[in-house]
Structure formats: structure tokens, C-alpha cells
């Protein structure tokens, strides 16, 4: 927890940089909150006032701070301070060494890979770095794009609970789990090799 928290972690690949979301990203991150497509599958309720949108980035610190929750700003290598989305780590189980992830993108750049390569890296961090043994996910039955992105970083698909969670804007809503172990992580990076 302390390489997650005692300072906000900058995480990059080849394609994709992870980093802090900052005031001056507003018009970007309205851009994602205000599309109501962006969160059908998501326990969010779309945000189409700016000023609650600019509200948000102070809640992102804050809950940092607290360390509860982490959420990164998904930029392109290309254009490092386009925000097109926001990948997450919340729900810390220190007992099992356990954490849950979700992820978004702008609409304009569903498609592209991007979500996948940007849950590839923050799967790299919370194992290799981070030192997590479980990495979860939970999934809306119809959410299909999202399920492939799971499953292609080597997620496995792990159950269904039946009207488990109380979501906002969505009422109470069945979950698909889906779970990656270290020693799965390992062994699939080592038959890449």
C-alpha cells in the first residue's frame, strides 16, 4: 500500500501514461462524466453540470489521501495531456492482499485498445510493485466490451452474484466477478518470455 500511497504513482508503457487527473484536465473529464453511454454499465450517475465535473477532481485527492481509492488519468504517449479516461483501484483488502479495479474511456476512443493496454500496465504495478496477490473486477451481465478487456489481460471469469450490489442509477444489479491471481500473472509472463 505504502508504493500506491506515499506518493501518487506515475505508471507508463510504450503507448500509455497512468498519472494524476488535474484541474486543467476539466474540459476532458466533462467530457467523459457527461456522456450517458460512457456509464450504462458503470454504478456512476453521468455528471452534465461542469461545476459538479471540477467538484470531482478535489474528490479524486481527497480520496487519495485517504487511501481509499486511486484513480489515474488514462493519457496517450502521443498526447500525454489529453485525458481520454480514468482506470481505478479501490476496495483494498489488506486481510487477503486483495484489490478491485474498473476502468472508462471518452466514447470517441472505445475501440481502440486503449483500456487494455492501460489495465495491462496498472495490472503490472499492482503486482510487480504494489505486491497484490488478487486483482478483481466486477462486470454487468450485458458489458461484453468489457469482459474482452478483462479476459485478454488473463482475467478469468470466476461467477455470477444475483442482485448483489446496489448501484447508482441502476438499482440493484447482478455482477459478473472476474479475478487475475499473481501466480497466474507470473506464469503467463513467463510462457511469454
Known amino acids: 500500500m505504502n508504493e500506491i500511497f506515499s506518493q501518487?504513482?506515475?505508471l507508463e508503457s510504450k503507448h500509455i501514461v497512468l498519472k494524476q487527473v488535474e484541474d486543467h484536465h476539466l474540459d476532458d473529464l466533462f467530457n467523459i462524466y457527461s456522456n450517458d453511454?460512457?456509464?450504462q454499465y458503470c454504478g456512476i450517475i453521468p455528471k452534465h453540470n461542469k461545476a459538479a465535473v471540477r467538484n470531482m477532481i478535489g474528490?479524486?485527492?481527497r480520496d487519495y489521501k485517504k487511501r481509499s481509492r486511486i484513480k489515474w488519468g488514462i493519457f496517450l504517449q502521443t498526447d500525454s495531456d489529453r485525458l481520454v479516461g480514468i482506470i481505478e483501484a479501490f476496495h483494498f483488502n489488506s486481510k487477503v492482499n486483495m484489490v478491485t479495479i474498473g476502468y472508462y474511456l471518452e466514447e470517441s476512443y472505445w475501440g481502440q485498445g486503449i483500456a487494455s493496454q492501460a489495465l495491462e500496465v496498472l495490472v503490472s504495478f499492482l503486482f510487480d510493485t504494489a505486491g497484490f496477490n488478487r486483482i478483481q473486477a466486477e462486470v454487468m451481465p450485458p458489458n461484453e466490451t468489457s469482459k474482452r478487456v478483462l479476459l485478454k489481460?488473463?482475467?478469468l471469469r470466476e461467477g455470477l452474484l444475483r442482485q448483489a450490489e446496489l448501484w447508482s442509477g441502476k438499482g440493484v444489479v447482478d455482477?459478473?466477478?472476474y479475478g487475475i491471481l499473481k501466480a497466474d500473472y507470473m506464469q503467463s509472463r513467463a510462457q511469454q518470455g
Open 175 to 177: 455482477l459478473e466477478i
Open 153 to 155: 489481460n488473463g482475467f
Open 37 to 39: 453511454r460512457v456509464f
Open 8 to 10: 501518487f504513482p506515475v
Open 59 to 61: 474528490h479524486f485527492e
